[in-house]
């Protein structure tokens, strides 16, 4: 529930382009445009005469180094904004657990568990590939290609979809939602190095009073935002990955009762993570050199490469189709009545557009091995954009198939505000005379 002065401050207030604009960068067809375009720009300028100027921007380091905050630009985005992505994510699931689809076991059981299998397919298909291929150590990589984002595959959705029933953006979410949870909890446990207890520790104390501020209904920024910094520099000291800090600190935010406030910081926070933190991270981790036709061709038939695009294309619509068969066929989960199986594998294909937060494992699993980091980016690039022109083609013919039955329903030929088809019922209905 919005705060009612927030919202008579927003309406009165004296920015009305900040606010014009800061609702166009909520839209979910913005946030994937933008981030398609800086992932764009980037391969550009990586690739032009001008590659060594993006390599010294993306390098540059700046920040206290007593405080373990010496970081460069690209670790800077990594680290610190994509925190303000994965706190509202935290807004999301807390959410959702809460108040949404997944309060509900037997009604989030299916998509729940087409998340599970959606991250496993795809992490068993790319540890084959490079043990098959003779490279075993790559495997550190396995969980790259497991991971959803939720913002592209949303707005590829929202822009296929002026017909197709909204269960389908509900499994959509419900099944992103849990993706994101899942990564979050591989990013905690399996690309944390060097933990130091004493850090974490410490990080409890600003998160805790962040969390009493926010339940009580305490809420202005020069409080909060100092509270969730120093939460977030003290989870990054610690040696776990400091987006962590924010899906905590996005789960202390009440959903429901007199103080709920996350609706209010989804709104205010993510227009910031749609229109500047998501876009200015695909730009710095985007970046890859190819090196001519011949180097594109040996990074594309890399065993990283390969596990990565096979991951994503393959075994992320496997995963969650297969899964999803699975449980209706021998479970007592069922699939939503508006749905067909054909929009199932719709969404199943588009689950496959990684990028993000398999951009952010990526750089964890091999941010020591340039080449295989190379790998990984072009990987992602390319089978994120192969699984959304495949989900394209699917949802596009689902969506001309609803539409061909609206226009049937909807059909009023003699304009007499009854639809034809109620009235041949009716008439069908009517004993003969």
Known sequence: MSNPLSSRLLTRGSWPEAQRLAEILRRETV????????????????????????????????????????????????????AIFFFVVGVELKR????????????AALPILAAVGGMAVPAAIFIAINVASGHPENAVGWAVPTATDIAFAVAVLAVLSTHLPSALRTFLL?????DDLLAIIVIAFFYTDDLSPWALALALVPAALFAICVQRGVRPWWLLVPLAVTTWALVHASGVHATVAG???????????????AEDFERRLRPISAGFAVPVFAFFAAGVTVGGWSGFVTDMVSPVTLGVIAGLVIGKPLGV??????????????????????????????????????LLIGELAFGHDTTASDDVKIGVLAGSVVAGLLASVVLLSRNAAYRRIY???????????????????????????
Do not use: C, M
């Open 247 to 261: 899906v905590v600190l996005g789960f202390t935010v009440p959903v429901l009762g007199r103080h709920a406030s």
């Open 321 to 358: 189709f297969g899964t999803s068969y699975l449980l209706a066929k021998f479970t007592r989960a069922n699939l939503d009545d508006d749905l067909a199986w054909r929009d199932v594998l719709g969404v199943s294909l588009l689950a496959g557009i990684g990028f993000t937060v398999s």
């Open 174 to 178: 419900t099944l992103a939602v849990v």
């Open 407 to 433: 226009e049937i329903e909807t059909l009023d030929a003699d304009h007499d505000g009854v639809p034809d088809i109620y009235e041949a019922r009716q008439d069908r209905s009517q004993p003969d005379a």
């Open 96 to 107: 959702e657990f809460v108040a949404g689809d997944l309060r509900d076991p037997r009604r």
């Open 31 to 82: 946030g994937g445009v933008l981030l398609l375009v800086a992932a764009g720009a980037a391969l550009v300028w990586a690739n032009s005469p001008w590659s060594r100027s993006y390599d010294a921007l993306s390098d540059f380091t700046f920040g206290s180094a007593s405080l373990h905050l010496n970081l460069s630009v690209s670790a800077w985005a990594a680290d610190g904004l994509l």
